[in-house]
């Protein structure tokens, strides 16, 4: 069984928080899944949710039509990736997981990690603090980890 650590890129990071923070406007939850190669736990990739449902991220919070795994299924086969993780944001600096965060992981498998961006990722110089970080344990229980437990790492 693998442990949960991810690693990511800092270009990769950069690139991601720059297209949350677009895509939400400042005004309302936006998030995408992060990819990587199925037998590594290193994110290489993602993928926006509103570039896979258009209509995710109109109601404020993010509401990921079912539809939208067909074409997320097709790329990952094609570029021969998995989904490691997925990220989206809060407003304000709360990065706990609502109720509907918890009864509604994106990946319904054990080990599957959610990440949370406070302030709709558009602090300055975003890096992993105050990131939240959740692990789905299954059966809708999930654990939550601590800046300083290291289970995401930002790499060179
Ligand atoms: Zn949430």
């Not at 654990?143 to 290291?150: G, N």
Request: glycine content about 10%; hydrophobic content about 35%; charged content about 25%.
């Amino acid at each position: 069984m693998q442990g949960p650590e991810l690693k990511i890129r800092i270009r990769i990071w950069k690139r991601l928080i720059k297209q949350l923070k677009a895509r939400g406007d400042q005004t309302r939850e936006s998030g995408a899944f992060l990819l990587g190669k199925p037998d590594g736990r290193e994110i290489s990739d993602f993928i926006c949710y509103d570039e896979l449902d258009p209509a995710s991220l109109n109601s404020g919070i993010i509401i990921f039509n079912g539809d939208g795994y067909i074409p997320l299924w097709e790329i990952c086969r094609k570029k021969k990736l998995k989904v490691l993780a997925d990220v989206h944001t809060h407003p304000g600096n709360w990065t706990g997981q609502s109720g509907a965060d918890q009864r509604h992981p994106m990946i319904a498998q054990p080990g599957h990690i959610a990440l949370i961006v406070p302030d709709f990722a558009a602090k300055r110089n975003q890096l992993l603090e105050n990131v939240g970080v959740h692990e789905f344990l299954g059966e809708g229980s999930w654990r939550s980890y601590r800046e300083t437990d290291r289970i995401i790492q930002l790499i060179k």
